[in-house]
């Protein structure tokens, strides 16, 4: 199969938010700023993954990684993280933080480590997503990545 990988564009808006619903992530928050560092992945022009950051300085909060139903169980997740990082990196992001339910062995694989969330910088640890959107038994985790 072949895959594209593209920079989100505001035209994919409803498509990027109809697959985050999918997959069951939050998407009360994203708007045109925060959509702007997004990663797209697609098969025969249809997007069926994406992942993001909010950029805070040279800090970023890695969001909304999401793979469409048929296409998991094919390291696609993976790569889609490995472009974000070299996105990042273009951006002078130094370190990645996330929260997750679910995917703390998917994300330590990738390098990532589980913190406190008192350890998390006040500029990452004010976004809508720590202080009001992911619950506080979400496990956090950050990786530098310059």
């Given amino acids: 199969m072949s895959y594209t990988y593209d920079v989100y564009s505001s035209f994919m808006k409803e ?15 994203l708007d045109l700023e925060k959509l702007s560092n997004f990663i797209i992945l697609k098969h025969d022009d249809r997007i069926i993954g994406t992942v993001g950051f909010e950029k805070y300085g040279s800090l970023a909060l890695l969001r909304s990684l999401a793979i469409s139903q048929g296409y998991q169980k094919q390291n696609l997740g993976r790569t889609l993280v490995q472009e974000l990082e070299a996105l990042a990196k273009k951006k002078n992001i130094t370190s990645l ?25 006040d500029n990452i640890k004010n976004t809508e997503e720590f202080k009001s959107i992911c619950p506080s038994s979400a496990l956090c985790m950050k990786k530098n990545i310059q």
């Fill in 15 to 29: 498509e990027v938010l109809s697959l985050l619903t999918e997959v069951h992530l939050p998407v009360e928050d």
């Fill in 97 to 121: 933080y996330l929260l997750t339910q679910t995917a703390e062995m998917f994300f330590f694989k990738l390098g990532f480590q589980r913190i406190e969330r008192e350890e998390v910088p």
